[in-house]
C-alpha cells in the first residue's frame, strides 16, 4: 500500500517534521518502503519519506539497479530535499578471484558531492562466516572500491551481513584496518548483530566499531530473536531496548546517520510498508528518545 498526500497535508507534514529532527539523521533504508525488495521507488513513495520527517534514503542496489538509481531515483530525491545516504552493492572473493559489481565503477560520477556512502557487504562460496584466512583477498577487494570511491570524494562502509564474509562488525573493522584507507568505514546493524553476537556484546562492539563507525541501522526487535521476523520489526515493537542502544552511541561520540531497517516486515509481519514507515517514525520522535540524540548543551 503506497500513502498519496495533498499538497497542503505534505507541506503541513514537512513544517512539524522540520521542527523536531533529533541530531542523528534518521533516514529509511529502502527495504522499509517497499514489499518485495529490487522494487523501484515511485514518486508516492519519496513524497510519503519526506512527509513522514525520514531525511533520506539508503538503497539496496545489484548490477540491474543502478539505471533507476541514477536516472530517475537522484532527480526525485532532490525535488523533495532528501538525502541519498548510501547505495548497497556487492563484492565476492573466492580463492584467487575476486568480483566487483561493475555498476560501481560505472555510476561513481553520478554520486559525486552527494556523500553518498557505498554500502559493501562482502560474500563469498569459498570461505566460511569470518574466516580470516580470506583477509588478503578481501583486502585488495574493498581497496579497489575505496580507491575508486576517493577519486569521486566518496567513502565505503563495510556491511556486516549474517552468512556473509564478513558477517560481525568486528571483521569489518579488522578489513577496514587492513585496508590502511581514510575512506573505509563500518555499519553497525542491529539485527545481523543480534543475529551473530548477541545483545550482552553491545558496549564493546560499540566501542570497538567507533573510531571507523560511519553507519548505524536499527530497527524493532527481539533480544532473543532467532529469525527475520523477530529480530526486524517497526521500532515500536520488541523487547530489545533501543533507547540504550542511542545512549551508548551517543556517550560515545557518534553523531552519524541512522536508518531504520524494515527487510520483509510486510511478509513476515503483515505491517504494510507505509504503516511501518509511520509508526517507526512515531518511536523515533518519542520524547524519552530524542534525550538520547539531541546536542548536548
Request: charged fraction near 25%; charge should be positive; include cysteine.
Amino acid at each position: 500500500m503506497r500513502i498519496r498526500l495533498c499538497g497542503m497535508a505534505l507541506s503541513a507534514l514537512l513544517a512539524a517534521a522540520a521542527g523536531a529532527q533529533p541530531s542523528n539523521e534518521f533516514f529509511a533504508m529502502d527495504t522499509a518502503m517497499v514489499k518485495r525488495l529490487g522494487t523501484p521507488l515511485e514518486r508516492s513513495d519519496i513524497q510519503t519519506l519526506a512527509a513522514l520527517g525520514y531525511r533520506g534514503v539508503a538503497l539496496g542496489s545489484d548490477q540491474t539497479a543502478w539505471e533507476p538509481l541514477t536516472g530517475k531515483l537522484i532527480p526525485l530525491l532532490d525535488e523533495y530535499k532528501l538525502k541519498l545516504y548510501a547505495v548497497y552493492s556487492s563484492v565476492r572473493v573466492d580463492r584467487g578471484t575476486m568480483a566487483i559489481d561493475p555498476g560501481i565503477q560505472q555510476n561513481l560520477a553520478a554520486l559525486k558531492g552527494r556523500g553518498t556512502i557505498l554500502w559493501l557487504p562482502v560474500t563469498s562460496k569459498d570461505f566460511k562466516a569470518s574466516d580470516p584466512a580470506a583477509d588478503t583477498m578481501a583486502v585488495a577487494a574493498v581497496r579497489e572500491v575505496a580507491d575508486a570511491a576517493a577519486r569521486y570524494g566518496l567513502s565505503v562502509s563495510l556491511y556486516p551481513h549474517f552468512g556473509n564474509l564478513i558477517e560481525r562488525v568486528e571483521d569489518a573493522v579488522r578489513i577496514a584496518e587492513q585496508s590502511g584507507r581514510q575512506n573505509v568505514g563500518v555499519t553497525f546493524n542491529l539485527c545481523h548483530w543480534l543475529r551473530t553476537d548477541g545483545s550482552d556484546s553491545m558496549a564493546r562492539v560499540l566501542k570497538l566499531a567507533m573510531p571507523r563507525l560511519s553507519l548505524v541501522t536499527i530497527n524493532g526487535a527481539d533480544r532473543n530473536g532467532k529469525d527475520w521476523g523477530q529480530l526486524i520489526q517497526p521500532l515500536d515493537r520488541g523487547d530489545f531496548d533501543i533507547g540504550a542502544l542511542l545512549a551508548e552511541l551517543k556517550r560515545l561520540g557518534y553523531r552519524g546517520p541512522i536508518g531504520l531497517q524494515g527487510y520483509d516486515v510486510a511478509n513476515h509481519l503483515r505491517i504494510e510498508p507505509g504503516e511501518n514507515l509511520r509508526r517507526s517514525m512515531s518511536a523515533w520522535r518519542n520524547a524519552a528518545w530524542r534525550d538520547y540524540v539531541k546536542p548536548s548543551r
